[in-house]
């Protein structure tokens, strides 16, 4: 209960963005532009600022890394099994696969910094943007043969990963930020889990149905918020990790997926509308079982 209190006020933000968006009639420029600013601007701030700042022990935090890589591994082969069990068209199924693994970031720094502050968003920070790599690799392959989009090439530009890594690069200098710097930084990422979860709530979608219909929708929504935080559960035990790394680990995991998801479909020529469903109803679901989750992890 204490959990899910805590959360309520995130989850009130992105109820709010969808609202929002049908109240207000500001048109999709609005949003497409807030959450560019989020994407581009915002989040990478906040990312960078909270990573530099951090005393990271990166020995300790090798098995968070690797607990993050196998659950991931383990939403790709579960989600695979969809081809298998339903009958989905192969493009819908490349679409629909990245929902099995995928993450929102802005969710998951939301919650870190709720739960556990500035150390929270250092740690989440670190896993999600270590975990881009693979996700993409993983996502756009899948799809890459309905469209030519350059895997390395959408790594290079992402702008969450070069906020990692020049966090990372700054924090191993041993260097601290200039106290304007920091300031300035400190001003963009406290607007940025905000914004970002009106963007997350504006961007829901529940018409229509999934590609293979309800079942395969439910086989993916279940992948990703109830076999995936189980995987991260006895992974973390397994690889001894507790308080902080535990806690970011489980959260991670329960984590719903990223409209990013929907974006790729979408540009890649995809079943985008299957995707923005599958977003959707697992955002709205995941209200419910991200609390339950982390409060194993309390």
């Known amino acids: 209960m204490q959990t ?10 992105i109820l709010l963005g969808y609202a929002l968006r049908r109240w207000l009639h500001l048109g999709d420029h609005f949003w497409i532009g807030l959450e560019k600013l989020v994407y ?31 659950t991931m591994m383990a939403g790709m082969v579960l989600g695979g099994a969809a081809r298998w069990l339903f009958h989905i068209s192969p493009v819908s199924f490349a679409s629909q696969f990245q929902c099995a693994f995928r993450f929102n970031t802005y969710i998951g720094l939301a919650v870190a910094a709720k739960l556990y502050g ?7 920070g670190l896993l999600t943007g270590a975990m881009v790599p693979p996700v993409n690799i ?8 309905h469209g030519g989009v350059s895997i390395w090439r959408e790594l290079a530009k992402n702008p969450l990963v070069l906020a990692t890594l ?21 001003r963009l990422a406290e607007a940025a889990i905000a914004l970002g979860l009106l963007a997350v709530g504006a961007a829901l979608r529940i018409d229509g149905r999934p590609g293979g219909g309800y079942g395969a929708g439910t086989w993916f929504l279940g992948v990703k918020l109830l076999a995936l935080p189980v995987v991260a559960l006895g992974l973390s035990r397994l690889m001894g990790l ?27 020529g995809g079943d985008g509308r299957s995707v923005a469903w599958l977003i959707s109803v697992g955002t709205l679901l995941a209200m419910a079982t991200l609390p339950l989750w982390l409060a194993l992890g309390r």
């Open 138 to 145: 993983a996502a756009v392959g899948m799809l890459a043969r």
């Open 40 to 70: 581009f601007v915002l989040f990478p701030a906040l990312l960078f600022n909270s990573i530099a700042r951090a005393n990271l022990a990166f020995a300790t935090a090798a098995p968070l890394l690797l607990v993050g890589l196998l």
């Open 242 to 268: 507790s308080g902080l790394y535990y806690g970011v680990a489980l959260a991670f995991a329960a984590l719903p997926t990223a409209s990013s998801a929907y974006i790729l479909a979408q540009r890649m």
């Open 118 to 124: 500035t150390e929270g968003i250092a740690a989440m």
């Open 166 to 186: 020049a966090g990372l690069l700054w924090n191993l200098t041993g260097v601290a930020l200039p106290a304007p710097a920091g300031q300035f930084l400190g």
């Open 4 to 13: 899910t209190l805590a959360l309520l006020p995130d989850f009130l933000l």
